[in-house]
């Protein structure tokens, strides 16, 4: 009964397929295989979005630093939320990739930057030049942190006014498959049509092994990334493991029905756990994750029983009574049978 992580659970048995299936023979090397070109084709053609560069790599912090180094200088600012993954959990890599970047946290509820908070952090750093250096991009992460999904229009507002400022856009998709199940939109009304220049696209906790695609929206900006992959050591040589995995995931919507059953098992959990005395759903669940407060007895049965999650913030007294704050994720194999068995255990 592990709700830790969607990193946790292994690789979906078709994907597994795709890669046993690329291990056969010899092929150019790195990404100038077949495998890696119809990969390539097929994300732009998910994206309506024929001119786009898509590159691959092996983890979401390379695909975010190394997106985010194309839009920011050394001496930039990039904004984003002060929950979200650059700021709290890719140890400087995004500073390091940019050259020393600066990243700007945003409060907001839920994980998400609103306008008029965007606005208001803007304006505090209109001050630009050699001393307070240059605002140069915005970065959002779908699904946020907070489990919660930015639709379309609130992706606009917020690209919108960026671009008003001059400010390069970046989405950290992580998950951004369970975002798009969630909201049922079209990936491009998600993405580039609504203002977003740059896309790291995560496939691994939606079933891969190790696989992140970088979609540049403006191919005039990816000229550099194939140049900054190398020098990162994130150039994979033998990519078509990478573009396999990518094919396998995209093939039949895959992706898709991976990312709805895991924000269904999310769903379940939280009616369930809503039942149970004393809980406290803390976040409208929108996607794969659940927020919630729980009594400390309950934290120390569900311990006991072998279920797994997060505690949510991690700096909780574990000595003291007071309710405990948890973060419970689902995953693609995530079973109702777990969760039926996880609740049976805390009822």
């Known amino acids: 009964m592990n709700f830790a992580s969607d990193n946790a659970g292994g690789v979906h048995p078709r994907i597994m397929a795709a890669l046993a299936a690329a291990n056969e023979g010899h092929v150019p090397s790195y990404g100038a295989d077949r495998i890696t070109q119809a990969a390539q084709d097929r994300v732009r053609e998910l994206f309506d979005a024929p001119e786009a560069a898509v590159h691959f790599v092996t983890s979401g912090t390379a695909a975010n630093a190394l997106s985010l180094s194309l839009l920011a200088p050394g001496w930039g600012k990039v904004f984003c939320h002060e929950t979200a993954h650059i700021q709290t959990s890719e140890t400087g890599a995004p500073e390091f990739f940019t050259g020393g970047a600066k990243l700007v946290g945003i409060p907001g509820t839920g994980g998400k930057i609103t306008p008029e908070a965007l606005a208001e952090t803007l304006v505090a750093h209109g001050r630009e030049g050699v001393h307070a250096g240059v605002n140069a991009a ?8 907070w489990g919660t999904a930015y639709s379309p229009d609130e992706v606009a507002a917020l690209a919108g006014l960026a671009r008003e400022a001059g400010l390069g856009v970046h989405m950290d998709g992580a998950r951004f498959a369970n975002a798009l199940a969630g909201l049922d939109v079209a990936p491009a009304d998600l993405t580039w049509r609504a203002g977003v220049d740059i896309l ?13 695609a970088v979609v540049i929206f403006d191919p005039a900006r ?23 995995q990518v094919l396998g995931w995209l093939e039949g919507d895959l992706w898709l029905q991976l990312a709805r059953h895991a924000n269904a098992m999310a769903h379940e959990l939280a009616l369930g756990l809503s039942r149970l005395p004393g809980v406290r759903i803390d976040q409208r669940v929108e996607t794969n994750s659940v927020f919630a407060t729980i ?10 029983s072998g ?4 505690l949510w913030p ?10 405990v704050s948890i973060r419970l994720v689902c995953g693609w194999d995530t079973r109702l049978e777990d969760v039926e068995d996880a609740l049976r255990a805390l009822a």
Do not use: W
């Not at 790291?200 to 992140?212: D, H």
């Not at 400390?296 to 006991?304: N, P």
């Not at 279920?307 to 997060?310: P, S």
């Not at 991690?314 to 309710?323: A, I, K, S």
């Open 222 to 244: 990816s000229e550099e990334f194939g140049f900054r992959r190398k020098r990162g050591g994130g150039l994979v040589s033998k990519h078509r493991f990478l573009s396999a």
């Open 314 to 323: 991690h700096t909780q007294d574990e000595t003291g009574e007071d309710p």
């Open 200 to 212: 790291s696209l995560g496939a691994t906790k939606n079933g891969c092994m190790a696989v992140e």
């Open 307 to 310: 279920i797994c999650y997060h």
């Open 138 to 145: 915005l970065s959002l992460t779908n699904a946020t942190e």
């Open 295 to 304: 009594p400390r007895e309950l934290h120390r049965r569900a311990c006991a």
